[in-house]
């Protein structure tokens, strides 16, 4: 596997991301109760941006480059906001962008306990470094998919699974996916589950929604953001992020975030954001075609 994700740290698909991130373990504080954070691909945790690879493609700029100084945010934006600039401990240029395993450990509470997985020795070892300190915190160099269905259900009978592969492969991975979900599903079926996702075509996206639609889950809520027409499978066109037993009121909580992202990352007449139930308990299935009713939105 040759992917890294020091290039592509703190990019739009990150931004999407590590909000929703934010809203589920938000969500999950709501109870006393501890919960395990599990984590498939877990990367190094932590990303300078002014390193050699953030800056070779300089994608920060196009994402978190522009929302760090950006005025009137939505509330879960701003919070998405704070938790970075606690990565930065002061620092006001902003160098450092955090991955998932730093944001979820920094907004975890003392009971709580999380599951990090990375493959690659590099990335797993400073990841290792990184929270060398902190017993809520586990640290395996491992496949995360084979290690999933090992960690679930956790001791906590409640918590998250976050899915962020590289989709090296576009299709293959959607299958990947669908085959170790399932596998988790059966032996946790209450847990949540969070995958993301890049879209370059949205042919690609659309047999892994029918697949999610028929998986048996009471609630799957999708979001997404589009920054330019989803018809080229040469660049990320889009992102996305499917939520498997999605909490109550989640999409209220992304609503307002997600149509604020388009207007200030995206092309104008191009971009666009997608908040869809694919399956909402107590409701008919979502037609199997894919989401339905986009929100197109113009940058100010």
């Given at each position: 596997m040759n992917?890294?994700?020091?290039?592509?740290a703190g990019n739009f698909a990150d931004v999407l991301k590590h909000m929703v991130l934010v809203a589920l373990i938000d969500s999950l504080k709501q109870k006393s109760s501890p919960f395990c954070y599990i984590d498939t691909h877990a990367?190094?945790?932590?990303y300078d941006l002014r390193g050699?690879?953030?800056?070779?493609?300089?994608?920060?700029d196009e994402g978190f480059g522009i929302l760090k100084t950006a005025s009137g945010l939505p509330p879960l934006l701003w919070k998405w906001l704070d938790v970075v600039r606690a990565c930065n401990a002061g620092d006001e240029s902003m160098r450092y962008y955090p991955g998932s395993p730093w944001i979820a450990a920094h907004l975890m509470r003392e009971g709580d306990s999380a599951q990090l997985c990375e493959l690659q020795?590099?990335?797993?070892?400073?990841?290792r470094q990184l929270f060398h300190h902190d017993p809520r915190v586990h640290v395996h160099q491992r496949d995360g998919y084979e290690a999933m269905k090992a960690f679930v259900p956790p001791k906590e009978k409640r918590g998250l699974v976050?899915?962020?592969?590289?989709?090296?492969?576009?299709?293959?991975e959607f299958r990947i996916i669908e085959k170790s979900l399932k596998a988790a599903m059966e032996k946790w079926p209450g847990g949540i589950y969070a995958i993301w996702y890049p879209i370059k075509l949205r042919s690609q996206v659309q047999p892994f929604h029918r697949w999610l639609g028929k998986s048996g889950a009471k609630r799957v809520l999708v979001a997404e953001v589009l920054?330019?027409?989803d018809d080229s499978p040469l660049r990320l066109n889009g992102t996305g992020v499917a939520i498997v037993n999605a909490p109550w009121k989640l999409d209220e909580t992304l609503r307002d975030s997600l149509r604020v992202l388009p207007k200030l990352l995206g092309t104008p007449g191009e971009s666009e954001y997608?908040?869809?139930?694919?399956?909402?308990e107590g409701?008919?299935?979502?037609?199997?075609h894919g989401l339905q009713s986009p929100h197109s939105v113009r940058r100010r």
């Open positions: 992917y890294r994700h020091a290039f592509h990367g190094r945790g932590r050699a690879e953030a800056r070779k493609t300089a994608e920060s020795s590099g990335e797993s070892d400073q990841l976050l899915i962020d592969p590289p989709f090296e492969s576009q299709e293959m920054l330019r027409p997608r908040l869809t139930w694919l399956v909402e409701k008919d299935e979502t037609p199997a």
